[in-house]
């Protein structure tokens, strides 16, 4: 502990692990063609410490391409079942194992995340 407190910088990766260790970290898969504008915007505003945004294509077909293209055999966890909703852009927000439902509005859905944080 000593070391860490006498150089802090040294050892961010350490604190940063820790972080997410105590909170569970935050994951936000995005299942869009392409992630509209006002939902970089959005994201690029908030304060999301150590989050994971994950953008992947809207649909299971176009995963499967993508998957081809990355020479993989199968999809990341946190692109698995999380296709577009009704050809609408679609976010699911998760923390820890625990995600929000599927929502074609990005507010709404970072609002789920901020319902969890003050619970806890």
């Known amino acids: 502990a000593d ?3 006498g150089s802090p910088l040294e ?5 940063r692990a820790a972080n997410v260790v105590e909170t569970g970290g935050i994951e936000v898969t995005i299942a869009a063609d392409e992630v509209p504008d006002d939902w970089r915007e959005t994201l690029g505003e908030r ?8 953008p992947r294509p809207a649909t299971e077909d176009g995963l499967d391409e993508w998957l081809d293209r990355l ?13 577009a909703t009704d050809g609408e852009p ?4 998760c923390e820890g194992f625990t995600c ?21």
């Open 47 to 54: 304060y999301l410490p150590g989050a994971l945004v994950a």
């Open 11 to 15: 050892h961010a990766s350490l604190v």
């Open 90 to 93: 679609t976010a699911y927000v």
């Open 71 to 83: 020479d993989m055999t199968a999809a990341p966890p946190i692109w698995a079942d999380r296709g």
């Open 3 to 5: 070391r860490i407190r």
């Open 100 to 120: 929000s439902p599927p929502r074609t509005d990005l507010d709404a859905a970072l609002e789920w995340l901020e319902t969890r944080e003050g619970s806890a």
